[in-house]
């Protein structure tokens, strides 16, 4: 300990000198001066003149204790900085996903405010949400360059796109987001022109000269009715090579895809997936297949019901030329005419035949 182990008071004054002289073996004085000229003549304790007997062990032991006491204070600040900097990244990282929590608490906010109602009365189909629009016209290839003017023709108004234009500057990306944002939740004069759904979106398109991208968003809904419908038609569908033989005449199918299904018999659901392998091919390619599919559904009694379901599913988003469905169905023993060609098919109770 840095504590003395005996203080003797000398003098008031300071000391100038300091002379220890022994006495004999067993005596030891000390001479001490002060500053005014006083002689303080003192005699030295034995215990601080000679060692006693197990001294050396003591103070080395003192001195080891000193060196681990200074080396575990030193480890225990090298534990204590490893700790602090541990609880550092467990509330950033704490902090992260609070945000991302946040985050996708919004988009969920987001994703119900945007869900409208369907209006089936009216024929009209309201997009589901925010993140559908922004997949499908980046599908369609719309330039978000153009966000600006799209919300206009959406029926935004100048002061709300301005507002959004402001908030985020240089940031087309987020600009549109926000500008589709306000167009599903019917802003400012949407309703006037025709709601937050796909004809509306489908005529804005067109009033900026983006046909083709209009085109592409209505080949899309079409590609997206046939695929929600594809369950119900691997189930029950009926006489698939009566009516591949009727996509065929229509010149929608290929012969080797009639032959894909011709050849799935007698397995009535490889021959349903065959067929609708094929038509899911045929509407890809050219949207305007799917109308003659459910036209050609509509002509036999047993799929009326599935191709008017999916002529109803068409009609919410486009309309249908009056000369689209055909009213007449094929019943049993009924014949069907392949338009110029010179083979008939006769639907009979024991099979097909073709004359």
Excluded at 111 to 132: F, H, Q, T, W
Excluded at 271 to 276: C, D, K, N, S
Excluded at 313 to 319: A, C, E, G, L, V
Aim: aromatic residues 6%; negative net charge; charged residues 25%.
């Amino acid at each position: 300990s840095h504590v003395p182990s005996l203080a003797q008071n000398i003098s008031s004054l300071p000391l100038s000198y300091i002379v220890p002289w022994p006495l004999s073996n067993r005596q030891l004085m000390l001479a001490a001066g002060d500053s005014a000229g006083t002689l303080h003549i003192l005699e030295i304790p034995w215990s601080l003149s000679h060692a006693s007997s197990n001294e050396l062990l003591i103070m080395e032991s003192f001195f080891e204790r000193e060196v681990k006491r200074l080396d575990f204070v030193s480890e225990r600040n090298r534990m204590r900085e490893i700790e602090k900097k541990a609880l550092d990244e467990n509330k950033a990282s704490a902090h992260d996903d609070e945000e991302e929590e946040k985050k996708n608490e919004l988009q969920k906010d987001d994703e119900e405010k945007y869900e409208l109602v369907s209006d089936r009365n009216l024929g009209i189909v309201y997009v589901s949400n925010l993140s559908d629009v922004i997949d499908v016209l980046k599908r369609c290839g719309f330039p978000e360059t153009k966000w600006y003017e799209l919300g206009l023709r959406l029926g935004l108004k100048k002061s709300t796109l301005d507002v959004i234009e402001k908030n985020h500057p240089h940031d087309v990306s987020r600009c549109m987001t926000e500008c589709l944002s306000q167009w599903l939740s019917r802003a400012d004069n949407v309703d006037s022109r025709g709601g937050a759904n796909l004809d509306s979106l489908s005529d804005a398109l067109r009033s900026m000269n983006e046909t083709a991208v209009a085109e592409k968003l209505k080949h899309q809904a079409l590609i997206n009715i046939f695929n929600n419908r594809h369950t119900v038609l691997s189930q029950s569908l009926c006489d698939s090579v009566a009516i591949t033989q009727l996509l065929y005449a229509e010149r929608m199918l290929t012969q080797e895809a009639v032959s894909r299904v011709v050849s799935a018999s007698p397995s009535i659901p490889n021959q349903r997936e065959a067929l609708l392998t094929a038509v899911k091919e045929a509407v890809q390619t050219d949207p305007n297949s799917l109308l003659k599919f459910a036209n050609v559904l509509c002509t036999i009694s047993t799929n009326v019901s599935l191709g008017q379901t999916i002529l109803d599913d068409i009609s919410k988003y486009f309309p249908i030329p009056e000369g689209g469905v055909v009213p007449e169905t094929i019943k049993d023993h009924d014949v069907v005419s392949q338009g110029n060609s010179n083979t008939q098919l006769v639907h009979g109770v024991y099979g097909y035949v073709y004359k």
